[in-house]
Nanobody, 122 residues
Framework: EVQLVESGGGLVQPGGSLRLSCAASGYIPSSRCMGWFRQAPGKEREGVATISIAEGTTYLADSVKGRFTISRDNAKNTVHLQMNSLKPEDTAMYYC???????????????WGQGTQVTVSS
């Protein structure tokens, strides 16, 4: 059974940084597409970043480009989301997800973590 556990969320002031981590247990091939999503109260869930080792590609939503970075540590089966220059509008529950396949194009994200809260406020 695949399990994803996020950590690293918290309260940070505008302009600050946080690093989210997603630890995967169970069998997840290193080639599997992984992603970060977020959902703010009253809003739909949105994709923030994805990474495909097999394709050698990463994707970042326009709203976070230049501020966020997604990376993967295959040795530790962990995916990170480095978030810099945080803004109040980044406040949301952040979720890690794993797709069924290696491509992130039209990926079916079948496995989800429980989420970690990020609050950006002064």
């Amino acid at each position: 059974e695949v399990q994803l556990v996020e950590s690293g969320g918290g309260l940070v002031q505008p302009g600050g940084s946080l690093r989210l981590s997603c630890a995967a247990s169970g069998y997840i091939p290193s080639s599997r597409c992984m992603g970060w999503f977020r959902q703010a109260p009253g809003k739909e869930r949105e994709g923030v970043a994805t990474i495909s080792i097999a394709e050698g590609t990463t994707y970042l939503a326009d709203s976070v480009k230049g501020r966020f970075t997604i990376s993967r540590d295959n040795a530790k089966n962990t995916v990170h989301l480095q978030m810099n220059s945080l803004k109040p509008e980044d406040t949301a529950m952040y979720y890690c997800a794993a797709a069924r396949g290696s491509s992130c194009r039209g990926a079916d994200f079948a496995y989800w973590g429980q989420g970690t809260q990020v609050t950006v406020s002064s």
